[in-house]
């Protein structure tokens, strides 16, 4: 095994925690299916609570699928400051243990406990402890998975889900590597399995049969990474201060829209929700990307890269319409979203430029 194998890495993540915060401040929803998110006709769950996942519903379906398959399914509009609050308390506990913590969004997170702040040896015993905390501390309970690298601790943090942690020791890694079935490996979505099953890669085992110049030819790039991973290596560092890719909003409709009025109306309003956010994040960008998503539900994106970086609303919303003019609609629009990215987190100094600009409506 390679010298970076005797890393010990936590990945925590809390067990439907959107549903689980509505369920613990609102015990009449205990027990119950429930859907965060809009339960109109044009809505989209944004997380849903066991009871209703053994429906079969899940986040990001539309909220009438869900419906559907679950009659009795409880929607609750979100209160993202609430679990923003949650997540912090969360937060707090991890750097108790290590300050090498990476959160990967407000409900899950990497830990590198190799060396720790309270000299535990044991990275399994951390673990327990952490979600003892956490129960106590915010009455949810959160999954641990604890092994050598990101990428095992990840995939073993889903295994005894909800309230449970498995841990995977170095000398199990390969071997639980070769058993585990394909589409259960972390990063390898539904269309890279079927790629996989048409060249009879089943697990880990199939896929660790092939040779690199095999996987580079029929998955290029991502060849190596399918190579590596299956033997147990993935030295990729738990990154406390994680860099920022991307920033961004978008608003889903009540209405289909198609009047140029209102799609730029709505623009306002997402480019100065993500002004906002940029100046609490003290970041800018310089590539704008406009997101439409059509009411046949099929998405376009345009964008465009500036020579400096932007972070008002104007110049946002002056570049979004650009794009958005740039050719016609094919048929009335249910979404719009804008994203800046190119941000200047690697930057030491940001060239902004701070410019007055004027529009007609």
């Given at each position: 095994m390679?010298?970076?194998?005797?890393?010990?890495?936590?990945?925590?993540?809390?067990?439907?925690?959107?549903a689980s915060?509505?369920q613990?401040?609102?015990?009449?929803?205990?027990g119950k299916p429930?859907?965060?998110?809009?339960?109109?006709?044009?809505?989209?769950?944004?997380?849903?609570?066991?009871e209703?996942?053994k429906?079969?519903?899940?986040?990001a379906?539309p909220?009438?699928?869900?419906?559907?398959?679950?009659?009795?399914?409880?929607?609750?509009k979100?209160?993202?400051?609430k679990?923003r609050?949650?997540?912090?308390?969360?937060r707090?506990?991890f750097?108790?243990?290590?300050?090498?913590?990476?959160?990967?969004s407000l409900?899950?997170?990497y830990?590198?406990?190799t060396e720790?702040k309270?000299n535990?040896?044991s990275?399994?015993?951390?673990?327990y402890d952490?979600?003892?905390?956490?129960?106590?501390t915010t009455?949810?309970?959160?999954?641990?998975?604890?092994?050598?690298?990101?990428?095992v601790?990840k995939?073993a943090?889903?295994y005894?889900?909800?309230?449970?942690?498995k841990?995977?020791t170095p000398?199990e890694?390969?071997?639980?590597?070769?058993e585990?079935?394909?589409r259960?490996f972390?990063g390898?979505?539904k269309?890279?399995?079927?790629?996989?099953?048409?060249?009879?890669?089943?697990?880990?085992?199939?896929?660790?049969?092939?040779?690199?110049?095999?996987?580079?030819?029929?998955?290029?790039?991502?060849?190596?990474h399918y190579?590596?991973?299956?033997?147990?290596?993935?030295h990729s560092?738990?990154?406390?201060d994680?860099?920022?890719k991307?920033?961004?909003?978008?608003?889903?409709?009540s209405?289909?829209?198609s009047?140029?009025?209102?799609?730029?109306?709505?623009?306002t309003?997402?480019?100065?929700?993500?002004?906002k956010?940029?100046?609490?994040?003290?970041v800018?960008?310089k590539?704008?990307?406009?997101?439409?998503?059509y009411?046949d539900?099929k998405?376009?994106t345009?964008?465009?890269?500036l020579?400096?970086?932007?972070?008002t609303?104007?110049?946002?919303l002056?570049?979004?319409?650009?794009l958005?003019?740039?050719?016609?609609?094919?048929?009335?629009?249910r979404l719009?979203?804008?994203t800046l990215?190119n941000l200047?987190?690697?930057v030491?100094?940001?060239d902004?430029?701070?410019v007055?600009?004027k529009?007609?409506?």
């Amino acid at each position: 095994m390679h010298e970076l194998d005797d890393r010990k890495i936590i990945h925590v993540d809390m067990d439907a925690f959107y549903a689980s915060v509505e369920q613990r401040d609102f015990p009449e929803l205990k027990g119950k299916p429930i859907a965060v998110g809009g339960g109109n006709n044009r809505g989209v769950v944004a997380a849903a609570s066991y009871e209703a996942r053994k429906y079969g519903v899940r986040s990001a379906m539309p909220s009438v699928t869900a419906k559907k398959l679950c009659p009795d399914l409880i929607f609750v509009k979100h209160r993202f400051d609430k679990y923003r609050e949650v997540s912090s308390q969360i937060r707090d506990i991890f750097l108790d243990y290590t300050d090498l913590v990476e959160p990967l969004s407000l409900d899950e997170a990497y830990l590198d406990v190799t060396e720790n702040k309270l000299n535990y040896p044991s990275a399994t015993v951390i673990a327990y402890d952490i979600r003892r905390r956490i129960y106590e501390t915010t009455g949810l309970t959160a999954s641990a998975g604890i092994s050598i690298n990101k990428f095992v601790a990840k995939i073993a943090s889903d295994y005894n889900k909800p309230n449970g942690q498995k841990t995977i020791t170095p000398e199990e890694v390969i071997p639980f590597l070769e058993e585990l079935e394909i589409r259960k490996f972390h990063g390898i979505g539904k269309v890279t399995a079927e790629k996989m099953y048409l060249q009879g890669i089943f697990t880990g085992a199939h896929l660790k049969e092939r040779s690199l110049e095999f996987l580079q030819e029929h998955f290029g790039k991502s060849g190596a990474h399918y190579y590596n991973i299956v033997r147990g290596l993935h030295h990729s560092p738990v990154k406390p201060d994680r860099i920022r890719k991307s920033l961004g909003a978008e608003r889903t409709f009540s209405e289909n829209i198609s009047s140029e009025i209102f799609m730029k109306e709505r623009l306002t309003q997402i480019a100065e929700e993500i002004e906002k956010r940029l100046a609490k994040n003290d970041v800018a960008g310089k590539t704008v990307t406009l997101k439409i998503k059509y009411s046949d539900f099929k998405t376009q994106t345009r964008s465009k890269t500036l020579p400096h970086f932007i972070r008002t609303k104007d110049l946002i919303l002056a570049t979004a319409i650009e794009l958005m003019e740039q050719e016609g609609f094919r048929e009335s629009v249910r979404l719009l979203g804008i994203t800046l990215s190119n941000l200047n987190t690697d930057v030491e100094e940001a060239d902004f430029v701070e410019v007055q600009l004027k529009f007609m409506f």
